[in-house]
């Protein structure tokens, strides 16, 4: 079985910084992608940022600029530096990752509990 684990998330006033972490832990052969995500009350959920396993990243446009996600490959760690924080941020974000579990197996998804970020003066 494979858990994925968030931390960091919490009450930030308006153009303040987070960085959230989240830990892959269990049965892994190997993580391909690690992504990002968010949701807002009432909206749906969103890619916010991915990462490859060599360290390709992708952006959502509404955080181009102002949130960085990076990898510790050797830490099945995921990290989203997020800076210059606006209201329109909050919302509980999730860690995503497609994961192999053995040499043989195929690449499964799986989801982190989530963490909350809110960001109000």
């Known amino acids: 079985q494979v858990q994925l684990v968030e931390s960091g998330g919490g009450l930030v006033q308006p153009g303040g910084s987070l960085r959230l972490s989240c830990v892959a832990a269990?049965?892994?052969?190997?993580?391909?992608?690690m992504h990002w995500f968010r949701q807002a009350p009432g909206k749906q959920r969103e890619l916010v940022a991915s990462?490859?396993?060599?360290?390709?990243?992708t952006y959502a446009d509404s955080v181009k600029g102002r949130f960085t996600i990076s990898r510790d490959n050797a830490k099945r760690t995921v990290y989203l530096q997020m800076n210059s924080l606006k209201p329109e941020d909050t919302a509980v974000y999730y860690c995503?990752?497609?994961?192999?579990?053995?040499?043989?197996?195929?690449?499964?998804?799986?989801w982190g509990q989530g963490t909350q970020v809110t960001v109000s003066s």
């Open positions: 995503n990752a497609d994961v192999r579990t053995s040499v043989t197996d195929n690449l499964a998804n799986y």
């Open positions: 269990g049965s892994i052969f190997s993580i391909n992608f």
């Open positions: 990462i490859t396993s060599g360290g390709i990243r």
